[in-house]
């Protein structure tokens, strides 16, 4: 899927998508005043109707698979795409987990007694309605309509035309269930039906659409970005990077390497630069290169990097383009640095604000490293690959925020909810 570029949007398509996001405004108030008890049913509700669907579910996206093989839609994609057995399991895992995790409506942020004997408490709340506008990923359609469930709000989804038979029946898989337990199904709609104009109408929902998530590659977010008039959470590429230091242990350095680039391609936190140590780039970079090839990786290095790389290796030189590059595919960019100051500067040159990690046995040369990276997250000794709401304890995520206002990194059920303060009384009135 292309970036949602402004479209034309006739005054049908518009009052189309206004009405879906009414509906489930409506629908999110229903939620709000929902138990946990009753949002952990529904998501257990939720897992078990998609294994029980899957058949419908996993032909739907054996054709759209099918198509995007058909017009050459790049490995990376496809890979984010593809649905099987396994990863329909795997997402409806994700679900049961969320069903364990606390529930973050209700919890009390912080609160005090004032002097004059007002009673202050600060409270997480649902959003409302939460929008998202994401590629070619159908694990993402369930992923946002758990967490969105799990903290109290109704979500409108615009999947995209790579994914648009999984999703459709993934949504009418999800909004069968949640009627099935006695909610409301508009707690869960799509747009796709009206294609990018209903992308772009959904941006322009002001009043109807609380916050918008866009979750994808960096042409669709800036176009959500600069067209949206509704608040919008960014979701930043991940041009994540691992610094090799002079006195990293090797073997986990290879290890963390070979993990992160290989482990799955297609995904945010993927790493795509590899900067080593000078002091270590005779005894590393060699089994390196020959480790990546193996596995079918492609090196853009630098002249010392290239020197270096065994006959056989695929090796070819790196440029300010490659610096620059979320790849999402079988291919690294790889620079020798001076020191520590060197990969600290290629960083800021060129991250783009989404995971970092080292490798080191120096206590300084971390604390350095974490405190001087301005990234959503920081890695010390551990792949970049853990940069996931599922890892990291979440249940799942919406998406990964680089940006630094309201939330940062994976994007989980906190983060899905705002505040408002409460104040209680007792005939008080200002003087």
Known sequence: MTAPAPAPVTGEVEAAV?????????ASRVLSTATRARKDAALLALADALVAQRAPILAANAQDVATGRERGMAVGLLDRLTLDTG????????????????DPVGEVVRGSTLPNGLRLRQVRVPMGVVAMIYEARPNVTVDAVGLALKSGNAVVLRGGAAAARSNEVI??????????????????QSVDAWGRAGGVALMHARGLVDVLVPRGGADLISTV???A??????????????????SANLVDALAILLNGKTQRLGVCNALETLLVHKAVAEDFLPSAMTALAKAGVRVHGDPTTLALAPAGTDAVPATDVDWATEYLSADIAVRVVEDIDGALEHIRTWSTGHTE???TRDLAASERFVAEVDSAAVMVNASTRFTDGGQLGLGAEI???????????????AELTTTKWVVHGDGHIRP
Do not use: Y
């Open 357 to 359: 990690a080292i490798c």
């Open 87 to 102: 990863r329909l399991e795997a997402i409806a895992d994700a679900l049961r987990a969320l069903a364990t995790l606390p």
């Open 399 to 413: 998406g990964i925020s680089t940006q630094k206002l309201h939330a940062r990194g994976p994007m989980g059920l």
């Open 18 to 26: 206004r009405e879906v996001a009414g509906r489930a405004k409506v």
């Open 229 to 246: 008039s509704v608040p919008v959470i960014e979701t930043g590429v991940g041009n994540c990077h691992l610094f090799v230091d002079e």
């Open 171 to 188: 949504v009418q898989v999800l909004r069968a269930a949640l009627a099935e337990q006695g909610l409301p199904s508009d707690l869960v």
């Open 225 to 227: 970005v600069r067209e």
